[in-house]
C-alpha cells in the first residue's frame, strides 16, 4: 500500500513543486486560477498556486507554479495533467521543478502559519477531526521573573506587553495528542488605556495562533493509499504530562510581535 507523510512546515522540496506552463491569454488571471485550483487540488491539499504572465518577449499567455504538501501528490498530479488540454483548446505542459535546493535550505524546517496549519488539517481531517484546547494564557511581567516594578495601568509612554500560552491539540479519533508553547512581546508607545487594551487583545489572539502553530509542527499525517489518514505525533523531550502542567508555561519560543508570520516563496523556474 501507498504511504505519504505530511508534515506542518513549509515545503521546500522540488518534488512537491510543479511548473505549468503552454497557458494560452485567452482567459483573465483570475479564472486560470480558478480552473487550475480546481483541477490540482483534486489531488491533494495545496500550498501555494500562483499564475503569472509570460515574460514581453515570450508569446503571449500565462505560466503557474504549484507547490504541494505532498510529493506522491505532486507526482501524481505531474503525470495525469500533463499534455492534457485541462481547461483551454491546447494541452499544457506540467514537469515537476528540477531546479537543485541550495544547501543551507535542504534541511529547512519553518514552521507553517497559523491559518495554514487550520486549513491542512481541516483539509484532511475534516472540521471535526481536531481540536485545541488553552491551558494557560497570561501575561508575563517583568514580575514573574523576580524584577520589582510599578506599573500604572493605562500610563501614556513606551509599554512592553508580553504574553505566554500552553496549549493542547487533540485528535479524539486517532487517540493522539499534542501540547506547546509560545511567548510573544510587542513594544509600543501607551496613549491611553483603550490602546493599552487593544493590544492586550491582539496579543493573546497572536500567542494563541503561536502555540497552536507549534503544536502542530509536531503533529505528521500519514496518508494511505486507501485514503484513509493516520495521526502521530512527534515525542519531544518538553512535552509536558498532565499532572506537570498545572501553573507551569513551558516556553518552546519566544517572538516580537511585528515578526511576520506569512511565508515568502522564491518560484524556481528550472523543470525537468
Known sequence: ?????????VPMENNKTLFVWGIQPS??????????????SSFGPLYLLKV???????????YALIKFYSAA???????????????????????????????????????????????????????????SDIITLKELTDEDEGVEQ????????????????LLQLSFPSHGQMA????????????????????RRCKLQKVVREKALAQAFSTVL????????????VKQTSDQLLPEESEGILQVNEFTHVEDEWEEDEEWDLTVS
Not at 151 to 163: C, S
Request: proline share 5%; net charge negative; aromatic share 8%.
Open 150 to 165: 510599578e506599573e500604572e495601568e493605562g500610563g501614556d509612554g513606551e509599554r512592553t506587553l508580553r504574553f505566554g500560552c
Open 73 to 131: 501528490q505532486a507526482s501524481k498530479a505531474q503525470r495525469q495533467t500533463d499534455g492534457r488540454s485541462l481547461f483551454q483548446d491546447s494541452p499544457v505542459k506540467v514537469r515537476l521543478s528540477s531546479k537543485q535546493t541550495p544547501h543551507f535550505m535542504s534541511d529547512s524546517s519553518k514552521l507553517l502559519s497559523h491559518a495554514r496549519c487550520v486549513d491542512l488539517a481541516n483539509n484532511c481531517l475534516g472540521f471535526n477531526g481536531w481540536t
Open 179 to 198: 501540547r506547546a508553547s509560545a511567548v510573544v512581546e510587542e513594544r509600543f508607545i501607551c496613549t491611553g488605556p483603550d490602546v493599552l487594551l487593544q
Open 27 to 40: 482567459h483573465t488571471e483570475a479564472h486560470i486560477y480558478d480552473r487550475l485550483h480546481r483541477v490540482f
Open 52 to 62: 503569472c504572465p509570460n515574460a514581453p518577449l515570450s508569446p503571449p499567455g500565462f
Open 1 to 9: 500500500m501507498e504511504v505519504d507523510i505530511l508534515e506542518f512546515k
Open 221 to 232: 499525517f500519514i496518508l494511505l493509499g486507501n485514503g484513509k489518514v493516520m495521526v502521530e
